[in-house]
């Protein structure tokens, strides 16, 4: 009964509090790789069924006539000391999935909106959706290779960000470059709901 | 844990028109839609709690033997959960739709089988210590 006793002690303390950052971005940006960066376990992923004739019907004589989409969403984890526990979802790339969206940015500490520079009207959806959410965010470029390097100032312009909206480059396949946009995302969101923000360190 | 896939079509390829063809039942958009549900008996809903996809999910106790009114699904959540996992990590790991983890975790708290842990709502997102221990947490990796 070792592990029972063991079992009993692990339920006395609380419960870990669980924390989500949101990756959000174009089809094919990188949002993925960046959640498989640093995830701690190898990616899960979790899935939604919805009709195309609408969600929460119940009328089931129409049932076998509905189409269903599969709204699929990566999400990795991080475990941190002090009982909080950190999860990355990479949102849906498909605008029409917005409930997913909401459901997934909802009490979220902050998002990365990846970008690609090749296709940067791509992540406007996801900045006008976090915009409108009042959700802090800050965008990364993930600097593919063979695309052209543009100053962070002048997409800074292109996708008409207020200024306190940071904008850096990433490597989303590189672990030191994604936990940068992270902490430069938590520092963000600190400033953004009024903490007092401590002075960013290099990792 | 999923029912045994469905035969394929051919099997009924000459319904008559006349009458509802049963094959409209067994096309691949058909089959994932109706199966979740079935392990919930048809319930959409949970009986009890919100289950956010962060929500963190710990079993009360070791697997039960023999327990009534659960089914092997339940009973798998309740392996999975000797350790603490999200309701997100619990669909992933049981490759079953979020809307039915939900209702069977729902089944699992009113009896007692789990205990959760919901996450800051929105609006209590102003506690430091969280954001301090992010940083420390992102920065040790």
Redo the contacts between chains.
């Keep these: 009964m070792v ?2 006793l063991s ?1 009993n002690d ?2 006395a303390r ?7 950052i949101v990756i959000a971005g174009g089809f094919g940006v990188g949002k993925t790789t960046m959640v498989g960066t ?1 995830s701690e376990t190898r990616p ?6 919805l ?1 195309d004739e609408g969600v929460g019907i119940d009328d089931l004589s129409g ?6 989409t ?1 709204v699929a ?1 990566d ?1 990795g ?6 009982e ?4 990355l ?1 990479g949102t849906p790339g498909q605008e029409r999935f917005w409930f997913m969206w909401d ?2 940015s ?4 902050g998002a990365v909106v990846l970008a690609d520079t090749r296709r940067l009207s791509d992540c406007f959806p996801s900045v006008d959706y976090f915009e409108r959410r009042s959700t802090p965010f800050v965008v990364a470029v993930n600097c593919f290779e063979g695309a052209r390097q543009y100053d962070l100032e002048e997409i800074q312009m292109a996708l008409n960000l207020g200024p306190k909206v940071p904008v850096m480059l990433c490597d989303a396949r590189s ?1 030191e470059s994604c ?1 940068q946009v ?2 430069n995302l ?2 963000h ?2 400033k953004f ?4 923000a ?1 002075a960013p ?1 290099n ?1 | 844990m999923m029912p045994p896939e469905d035969p394929p079509q051919e099997h009924w390829p000459d319904a008559p028109a006349s009458h509802p063809a049963p094959d ?2 067994l096309d691949e ?2 089959g ?3 199966r ?1 549900y079935v392990m919930t008996s048809g319930r959409t809903e949970p009986t009890r709690g919100k289950f ?5 999910v ?5 697997e039960p033997e023999g327990a009534i009114g659960l089914g092997p699904e339940h009973l798998a959540i309740i392996r999975l959960c ?3 996992l ?1 309701v ?2 619990l ?3 049981l ?5 039915t983890v939900r209702v069977l975790l729902g089944d699992l708290l009113d009896k007692g089988f789990v ?3 919901e ?4 609006a209590d ?2 506690d ?14």
Aim: charged fraction near 25%.
């Design positions: 592990s029972g079992r692990g339920r609380r419960l870990p509090t669980a924390v989500k640093v899960l992923r979790t899935e939604e069924l009709t049932v076998e006539r509905k189409k269903t599969t969403m999400f984890r991080i475990t941190m000391r002090d909080y526990v950190l999860y979802f459901e997934v909802l009490g979220a500490l672990l936990k992270l902490i938590v520092l969101a600190m709901r009024g903490l007092p401590e360190q990792a | 409209r039942f958009q058909a994932p839609m109706v979740p956010d996809l962060i929500t963190l710990v079993a009360a106790g070791p000797q350790s603490v999200s997100a990590e669909t992933g790991h490759d079953l739709p979020v809307a205990s959760m842990q996450p800051e709502p929105e997102m102003h430091i210590r969280l954001y301090k221990a992010v940083i420390d947490g992102l920065r040790a990796l």
